[in-house]
């Protein structure tokens, strides 16, 4: 079992919010990485990290932000959450010289 | 754009039947690696084959690699309900720490 974890597992929450989705992982991975993936669909990248104080965007564009002030964690913000927000996100880590990635359970969100 | 076509969008087979699923790509790789994902749940890692490799086996996995097809095929053998899961290649991205990943195969294996 991966030692990768996310909170909330699942979150409800109303428009303009500012949430922060958790990511940990206790491996000691350089490589963090947020996806977002609608039900049944793709998995696209949204944000990832090679190390600390290094966050870069991925290929989605998306209006959150990301930090990696330390190694093991990589939360993802939203400053102001709109139902278009309204997907699964899941967080994944791998070793610098690997291609393997460890995936979190994931945080369903929904924007009402 | 993405990387990763796979085909089958969705398979449905008996238990103990084969199980097979493909992977288009369009770029040049290092590697490929197949992925499994319960519902609703994160992926779980499955078997990375390279560049230079054309087949790799895992248990009842056999991943097969044509670069100068740019695809890659996924075999289960003897399927077993608890296979039922969606399946997804991922590719890398060269030259950044990337990971871009296919539309996935959603495989039912009925008891």
């Known amino acids: 079992e991966a030692d990768i974890y996310q909170t909330p597992r699942y979150l409800v929450i109303g428009t303009g919010k500012k949430i922060t989705l958790e990511c940990s992982q206790t491996?000691?991975?350089?490589?963090m990485y947020w996806y977002q993936q609608d039900p049944g669909m793709e998995l696209h990248l949204i944000h990832y990290?090679?190390?600390?104080?290094?966050?870069e965007k991925g290929d989605l564009s998306s209006e959150s932000t990301v930090s990696r002030i330390r190694t093991e964690h990589f939360p993802l913000t939203l400053e102001s959450a709109r139902p278009s927000h309204t997907s699964q996100y899941l967080c994944?880590?791998?070793?610098?010289?690997?291609?393997?990635?460890?995936f979190g359970p994931g945080t369903r969100l929904t924007v009402l | 754009s993405q990387q990763g076509e796979e085909d089958p969008q969705a398979l449905s087979i008996q238990e103990g039947e084969n199980a097979t699923m493909n992977c288009s790509y369009k770029t040049s790789i290092n590697n490929l690696q197949w992925y499994r994902q319960n519902s609703g749940r994160g992926l779980v890692h499955l078997i990375l084959?390279?560049?230079?490799?054309r087949e790799k086996h895992s248990g009842r996995l056999r991943v097969t690699l044509d670069t100068s097809k740019k695809s890659s095929s996924l075999l289960i053998t003897a399927s077993r309900a608890a296979d039922t899961a969606s399946y997804f290649c991922?590719?890398?991205?060269?030259?950044?720490?990337?990971?871009?990943f296919g539309t996935g195969t959603r495989l039912k294996v009925l008891a």
């Open positions: 990290s090679y190390g600390v104080n290094s966050t």
């Open positions: 994944a880590s791998s070793e610098f010289s690997r291609a393997e990635q460890f």
């Open positions: 991922a590719t890398d991205d060269t030259g950044t720490y990337k990971y871009i």
């Open positions: 084959i390279r560049s230079n490799e």
């Open positions: 491996m000691g991975h350089d490589k």
